[in-house]
């Protein structure tokens, strides 16, 4: 079955910096618009950065735009989100997404995501 593992996740200090990484398995990244989201604890799910083929754009929501840079290996059939300037308000579980969408209707308005991983948590805190 179709898997989307997360890793990279743990406890970084405000300032410091994380790399996300989502590994799928039986299922080729290549064709497919791959997303993160992350969910604060009493807040809804929120699409952090998508990227896709399909129009071949990346999405960023504007709370993390000059901070985080999400990036794709098809070879390794991986995608990464790198978190630099990481804030308090950062912390939340981190989920991994798959589906055919446009990167802003994935993340903007979750069109399309037909798979999710386990998430990972996220802390940033001193």
């Known amino acids: 079955q179709v898997q989307l593992v997360e890793s990279g996740g743990g406890l970084a200090q405000p300032g410091g910096s994380l790399r996300l990484s989502c590994a799928a398995s039986k299922f080729t990244l290549d064709y497919y618009t791959i997303g993160w989201f992350r969910q604060a604890p009493g807040k809804e799910r929120e699409g952090v950065s998508c990227?896709?083929?399909?129009?071949?754009?990346?999405y960023y929501a504007d709370s993390v735009k000059g901070r985080f840079t999400i990036s794709r290996d098809d070879a390794k059939n991986t995608v990464y989100l790198q978190m630099n300037s990481l804030k308090p308000e950062d912390t939340g579980v981190y989920y991994c997404?798959?589906?055919?969408?446009?990167?802003?209707?994935?993340?903007?308005?979750?069109?399309?995501?037909?798979?999710w991983g386990k998430g990972i948590l996220v802390t940033v805190s001193s």
């Open positions: 997404a798959g589906g055919i969408a446009t990167a802003q209707g994935m993340c903007h308005w979750h069109y399309g995501v037909d798979y």
């Open positions: 990227i896709s083929k399909i129009e071949g754009g990346t």
